[in-house]
């Protein structure tokens, strides 16, 4: 029991940590996720794949709100809300983990079709010489 009372007052003693460190995940992350949906809009990508994303990260802003509002004795609260914070901070990892995953698979997709583009210029290249060369017989 004694370990369980510890746990408790160490989420106490970090609530405020854990808070400021919610918080500027939540601040860097905004950004990113809104120049990657403006770059979707341009490449007639989905925006599905961040739906997740941006309703996490909503709610984490909710979350710090309400969190900022806790008083210095309402232990009740900082607890609920730090486990609440966990929470947060669990999904988030895992979505930006899809996130990652999403981002190796546009890579590829990337590379295919710069090696599509390059066998295109070939091709045109080898059209070129050839003309060349026939140009060159015929002169």
């Not at 808070?19 to 979707?40: G, S």
């Not at 809300?81 to 698979?105: A, F, G, P």
């Not at 997709?109 to 090696?115: F, I, Y």
Request: aromatic share 4%; charged share 30%; hydrophobic share 40%.
């Amino acid at each position: 029991m004694l370990d369980s009372v510890m746990a408790v007052m160490e989420k106490m003693i970090m609530f405020k940590d854990h808070v400021r460190d919610v918080k500027l995940t939540l601040e860097c992350l905004k950004p990113v996720i809104h120049e990657i949906a403006e770059y979707n809009k341009v490449l007639n990508q989905p925006m599905e794949e961040l739906q997740d994303l941006k309703a996490k990260l909503e709610e984490g802003e909710d979350l710090v709100r309400k969190c900022s509002k806790v008083g210095p004795w309402s232990f009740c609260k900082r607890y609920r809300y730090t486990n609440q914070l966990d929470q947060l901070d669990i999904s988030l990892h895992s979505l930006l983990h899809v996130l990652e995953l999403q981002k190796t698979r546009d890579l590829r997709e990337t590379l295919v079709t710069v090696r599509n583009i390059e066998n295109v210029v070939r091709r045109i290249e080898g059209n070129i010489s050839a003309m060349q060369i026939s140009q060159s017989v015929t002169d």
